[in-house]
């Protein structure tokens, strides 16, 4: 059973940068692709980006292209976003998620994930 811990969030002002970091508890992170998603008060769960388990090809919601980038170190059996030029509307409570996968491609659906962790809540102050 493949567990998941997310770290790094925090409280940032507008403008600022947090990297989320989401470790695995195995060795073979590498066979899975990892999606980032976010939920904040009142509003339904979103995916933020994924990355493919083979040619760490990444996708990005539209809402964060140019600003967030997956990344993932599959040595280090760990998954990094960062994210710079921070806004009030981050705001959120981030999870990482896994499911196993051969492929170049990366699922944006939260239903093709098997695997979740516990999230780490990310604020932006304005």
């Known amino acids: 059973q493949l567990q998941l811990v997310e770290s790094g969030g925090g409280l940032v002002q507008f403008g600022g940068s947090l990297r989320l970091s989401c470790a695995a508890s195995?060795?073979?992170?590498?066979?899975?692709?990892i999606g980032w998603f976010r939920q904040a008060p009142g509003k339904e769960r979103e995916e933020v980006s994924c990355i493919s388990a083979r040619g760490g090809r990444t996708n990005y919601a539209d809402s964060v292209k140019g600003r967030f980038t997956l990344s993932r170190d599959n040595a280090k059996n760990t998954v990094y976003l960062q994210m710079n030029n921070l806004k009030p509307e981050d705001t959120a409570l981030y999870y990482c998620?896994?499911?196993?996968?051969?492929?170049?491609?990366?699922?944006?659906?939260?239903?093709?994930?098997?695997?979740w962790g516990q999230g780490t809540q990310v604020t932006v102050s304005s």
């Open positions: 998620a896994a499911y196993f996968s051969t492929s170049f491609y990366c699922s944006g659906s939260s239903n093709t994930y098997d695997y």
């Open positions: 195995e060795s073979t992170m590498g066979n899975y692709a």
